[in-house]
């Protein structure tokens, strides 16, 4: 089994929300372990003591003390250059640091697994650069010296998990990348492409919209091939990353691990929003849903916000299910409120600026607009229009 870790920030402000993020990682299969690294002891303990003994079985201490280990039994104990051995007595999980082909070749059968570091140049450390070339990783993956105990560590991403495999690792760590950022006011408008005689090509919808000061945008490209999504998608990122905008491709995993997108929208009939979040750790996961027990699947599931829809019947989606208006939205939202489901929520379909009041005071986050925007005889004013009415709201 090719394991994912998470490995957490050294210094977080906010140890509540990093303990609900590290549960629901654990929770939703995102990650099978979390490496609990702090900048102190009396940091770790905090962040252990917000943590159900349930979940010590999956978690491991950097620097882990003697107190630490016996006041939270069950955790497991990663040894670095710091803390190069285990507190006297422990019997449990162990793993530790690597920075050379050499090391691992020292490794004893007491070390459960170990991080092999950098594989790649770092996302989260500025010129902490691979120490490794593809043909010395190649040659000790030959060798076996690359294994099931070794984890990959070091720049690694959702579109790295494949190659890290075909080399023999056996799993991969993630720092930055493994923690969603919150999901800001720029989730309260998003565009979803589609074409029209005036804007043939989906990325002059995607265009208009950032224009208009829309922050993200989703490609939805449904008659076409991968290869297709990929082209159009890439000149759709570099648009986003230039706007400071997020991206999104509907449907395609293969788009999305192809292209570097934020992230994949998933409809009911896509992939499951599981088997995704397993290939995509990094990325963002968006569901379609039409009932509150789509949004709880969608949530237990990983999905880190949902499309809920349809307010009224659209032109520019296929295969729709029951038309929700306000009384649906008002009662579905608040059924999955109930339930402690605290995921976003945008609504969609069919909805024109004059409604956006309305929905908005019926419980969604935002809403999605395509031919509101693009059908119009000004997308980028309709565009800036739209969000004043979001913004007055």
Not at 13 to 22: Q, S, T
Not at 45 to 64: D, F, G, Q
Not at 299 to 311: Q, R, T
Request: with cysteine; proline share 5%.
């Amino acid at each position: 089994m090719f394991r994912l870790i998470a490995i957490t920030c050294p210094d977080t402000v906010d140890l509540c929300r990093e303990a609900a993020l590290i549960m629901r990682a654990l929770d939703t299969h995102r990650f099978d372990r979390v490496h609990i690294r702090k900048s102190n002891a009396k940091l770790t303990e905090s962040l252990l003591s917000l943590l159900p003994e349930s979940y010590r079985p999956m978690l491991s201490v950097h620097n882990a003390t003697a107190g630490i280990v016996d006041r939270f039994p069950g955790v497991g104990v990663h040894l670095t250059g710091m803390t190069p051995e285990a507190p006297a007595g422990f019997k449990g999980m162990l793993s530790c640091s690597c920075h050379s082909i050499a090391e691992l070749q020292l490794l004893g059968n007491d070390i459960d697994y170990a991080f092999l570091s950098p594989v790649f140049n770092s996302i989260s450390k500025a010129g902490y650069r691979s120490n490794f070339t593809p043909d010395e990783l190649a040659e000790a993956s030959r060798q076996g010296v690359i294994n099931e105990r070794v984890i990959a560590l070091g720049g690694v991403t959702s579109s790295r998990l494949a190659e890290l495999q075909s080399l023999g690792f056996g799993g991969a760590a993630m720092l930055g990348a493994a923690w969603p950022q919150p999901i800001g006011d720029e989730f309260n408008l998003q565009f979803i492409s589609h074409t029209n005689d005036r804007w043939p090509d989906p990325i002059d919808g995607i265009r208009l919209a950032l224009a208009g000061g829309c922050r993200w945008c989703q490609l939805r490209m449904k008659n076409s091939t991968t290869a297709d999504r990929i082209a159009a998608g890439r000149e759709a990122l570099r648009l986003c990353n230039d706007a400071g905008a997020t991206f999104i491709i509907d449907d395609d995993v293969d788009a999305v691990l192809a292209t570097g997108a934020h992230g994949v929208h998933l409809g009911k009939n896509d992939m499951p929003v599981g088997e995704a979040r397993r290939i995509l750790p990094d990325k963002i996961i968006g569901a379609t849903a039409n009932t509150a027990g789509d949004i709880i699947a969608a949530w237990k599931a990983g999905a880190d916000y949902v499309g809920l829809g349809p307010y009224r019947f659209t032109t520019t989606k296929q295969g729709l299910s029951p038309v929700l208006g306000l009384d649906g939205y008002r009662s579905v939202v608040t059924e999955a409120r109930r339930a402690g489901v605290d995921i976003h929520i945008v609504a969609i379909g069919g909805i024109t600026q004059e409604d956006i009041p309305s929905i908005l005071s019926a419980g969604p986050d935002g809403v999605a607009i395509s031919g509101a925007i693009l059908n119009t005889t000004d997308p980028v004013a309709a565009t800036s229009d739209i969000l004043s009415a979001i913004r007055n709201h």
